[in-house]
């Protein structure tokens, strides 16, 4: 897991060939004037979503990823994501890429304008929470093959 400023956004490429294509991709476009959904950048490899989730003020949903990495870039507001070793938490045996299973709060990264956090397979982390009152927050989800 990767959390930092976006000025710094740049300095992890070379870690895998799509996520340098979705960083290059991030640091190329407006965030706000991004198609709402999913804007391809290489089919299946790699992708940038712009969406508005909805937020709680406790999520004891965790996931992970086992084939993508995950850029996650609030617009908005932002929110809290909280994170957990993999090992902590027990996930059911399935062959979805995406797993989910509850566990305990874990460590939280106040996720706000100008920062971003990339998850990479077998990082466990649960988005969705509040800050406060907030009901929602407009955030890019980017996704990257390893």
Known sequence: MIFDRLERLEQYKGLNG??????DYALSHEFKSLTPGKN???GDNC???SNVAELAPTNAVYERHMAYIDLQIPIDEGEIITVR???DLNWPETD?????TE???GTPLDLVPGTFAIF???DAHNCGISKGDQARVRKLVGKARI
């Open 40 to 42: 391809e950048i290489d």
């Open 120 to 122: 990479f397979p077998g």
């Open 47 to 49: 992708w940038m979503s």
């Open 96 to 100: 979805d890429e995406t797993r989910f």
């Open 103 to 105: 566990g305990p709060a």
């Open 85 to 87: 070793p993999v090992e």
């Open 18 to 23: 799509n996520l340098d294509r979705l960083i």
